[in-house]
């Protein structure tokens, strides 16, 4: 089997992504999303991949902050527990949005989420 150049972003991203996420406590999908959809896929498949991705990346960081006494079960499992039913509903309505509002409406959301970052004390 050979690596073809998307493979290598791929992984190269998955590399530098989970040890973002680990770092800062993102999910990573912020970064996995819009490198996807610039790799061809559209909105709803990118999100749906994104999500297997930061399970994944997740579970690692998870595993690691573990073993530095960094990581507070209930709060977790109670965020935890909202997500998923939030996640069920925003699963529904991506498939109503189409790839070119889905990158408008997300790049919004990271704006603000940047501002936010950049202007609280």
């Known amino acids: 089997m050979y690596l073809d150049f998307n493979m ?13 996420a680990a770092f800062f406590g993102l999910g ?7 490198l996807l959809i610039f790799l ?10 994104a999500a297997l991705a930061i399970l994944i990346i997740s579970f690692s960081a998870l595993v690691a902050h573990n073993r530095f006494s960094n990581v507070d079960y209930k709060t977790g499992l109670l965020l935890g527990l909202g997500g998923l039913f939030g996640a069920q509903i925003g699963a529904r309505l991506s498939v109503h949005i ?5 990158r408008k409406v997300f790049a919004l959301i990271l704006v603000a989420l940047a501002v936010s970052l950049f202007v609280r004390k």
Not at 28 to 34: A, R, Y
């Open 8 to 20: 290598l972003i791929i992984i190269s991203g998955g590399l530098l992504i989970g040890a973002g």
């Open 28 to 34: 990573g999908g912020f970064l996995i999303v819009p």
């Open 40 to 49: 061809g896929y559209s909105a709803q498949k990118s999100a749906g991949t």
């Open 98 to 102: 189409s790839t070119d509002s889905f």
